[in-house]
Nanobody, 130 residues
Framework: VQLQASGGGLVQTGDSLRLSCVASEDAFSWYVMGWFRQAPGKEREFVAAITWDSATTYYTDAVKGRFTISRDNSKSAVYLQMNNLQPADTALYYC????????????????????????WGQGTLVTVSS
């Protein structure tokens, strides 16, 4: 599968952005999808995940209440709506395919910790100026 992320840009503190990721795979709807980010000089970190049926989402604490992950299986796309952006959100954002099947929030957390995501898209850069 190939994952193409887009929607990044240079914004100011408090602004919003919507990232999109389109998958080339017909079986997109079978999988959990996730967003990750990597800030300059830091390791890649988890941001958000969503199950195949959008029934369950899971977020890292740093973005809860500000970011919303969603998907449209008919378009093989996953989105990340980012509101009230802060300089700490500056990073290269990647989408990735997760495990198949249904998972509750605990299950998503387990798979994030286990590293059950991949392959990865090429990333889209989000820069938030103060």
């Amino acid at each position: 599968v190939q994952l193409q992320a887009s929607g990044g840009g240079l914004v100011q503190t408090g602004d919003s952005l919507r990232l999109s990721c389109v998958a080339s795979e017909d079986a997109f709807s079978w999988y959990v999808m996730g967003w990750f980010r990597q800030a300059p000089g830091k390791e890649r970190e988890f941001v958000a995940a969503i199950t195949w049926d959008s029934a369950t989402t899971y977020y890292t604490d740093a973005v809860k209440g500000r970011f919303t992950i969603s998907r449209d299986n008919s378009k093989s796309a996953v989105y990340l709506q980012m509101n009230n952006l802060q300089p700490a959100d500056t990073a290269l954002y990647y989408c990735a395919r997760g495990p198949r099947g249904s998972h509750d929030e605990e299950g998503l957390e387990y798979h994030v910790r286990r590293g059950s995501f991949g392959p990865w898209g090429q990333g889209t850069l989000v820069t938030v100026s103060s």
